[in-house]
């Protein structure tokens, strides 16, 4: 869809969502999404758009800035994906016969295997590989960590958070986003650790940043590359 104010338009895509309240989300290339309640009518939507607009524009011009007019990724021989900070490339091979599709990491190659050459069979094989990948390596480092602390994780949960890549609520309980495992490991570290001083405490006081920067006294720079690199987390 497409709206015009100010003498300039936009595309957009409109999606109803059992939610209470709109909301403009903004991917790494600069496309733009409006997600309303399914009782919104888009007129509503548009009105909200233009309350957003500055924004919206200041936003995808960022965004396409970021990524240097990236396009978007091919699900094909010879594309890359970060896995552990590094570009690698995925190699296709169908196969009918197989019973789900399914990734190999081998060497610097990524190994997808398919019942056919689909891009959305392709995506979803690798967000499973990346969202087991990242279990391991999350509860590695936590274990890794847990000598510097008392308390330890009642629960630790991988999902697909768009906002955070991690939490720690009040009873202990650790989620951490799947796309840490396109991080490098020592970014990864700074993630879990940052997390796991939020067992400690739950909020970014003083206290709270002394003690990640006893256990990582680095995490500044390590807290830099999400900033600078995370638009490249991508699948």
């Not at 896995?83 to 091979?93: C, E, H, V």
């Not at 995506?123 to 602390?149: D, H, P, T």
């Not at 020592?186 to 879990?192: A, G, K, L």
Request: net charge positive; charged share 30%; hydrophobic share 35%.
């Amino acid at each position: 869809m497409t709206h015009t104010f100010a003498d300039e338009t936009i595309e957009f895509e409109l999606n109803y969502k059992k939610r209470k309240s709109m909301g403009i989300y903004i991917d790494v290339y600069g496309n733009v999404e409006v997600r309303v309640p399914k009782e919104a009518s888009e007129e509503s939507a548009r009105k909200f758009i233009e309350q957003k607009w500055d924004w919206i524009q200041q936003k995808t011009k960022e965004m396409k800035e970021r990524t240097g007019g990236q396009t978007q990724k091919k699900y094909d021989h010879g594309e890359k994906f970060l896995y552990l900070g590094k570009s690698i490339q995925i190699q296709i091979f169908e196969d009918i016969n197989i019973k789900q599709d399914y990734v190999v990491l081998e060497t610097n190659i990524l190994n997808i295997y398919v019942k056919q050459h689909e891009d959305e069979r392709i995506k979803q094989a690798l967000k499973r590989f990346y969202y087991q990948q990242c279990k391991a390596l999350v509860e590695g480092r936590i274990q890794s960590y847990q000598r510097n602390f008392k308390q330890k994780p009642r629960s630790i949960r991988i999902a697909d958070n768009k906002s955070n890549w991690g939490t720690c609520d009040s009873k202990l309980q650790l989620t951490f986003n799947w796309k840490l495992a396109m991080a490098p490991l020592e970014v990864i570290d700074y993630v879990v650790v940052h997390e796991m001083c939020h067992m400690v405490h739950l909020n970014h006081d003083r206290s709270f940043w002394r003690l990640v920067g006893k256990i990582l006294p680095d995490y500044e720079q390590r807290q830099n590359w999400l900033a600078v690199s995370s638009w490249k987390m991508i699948v």
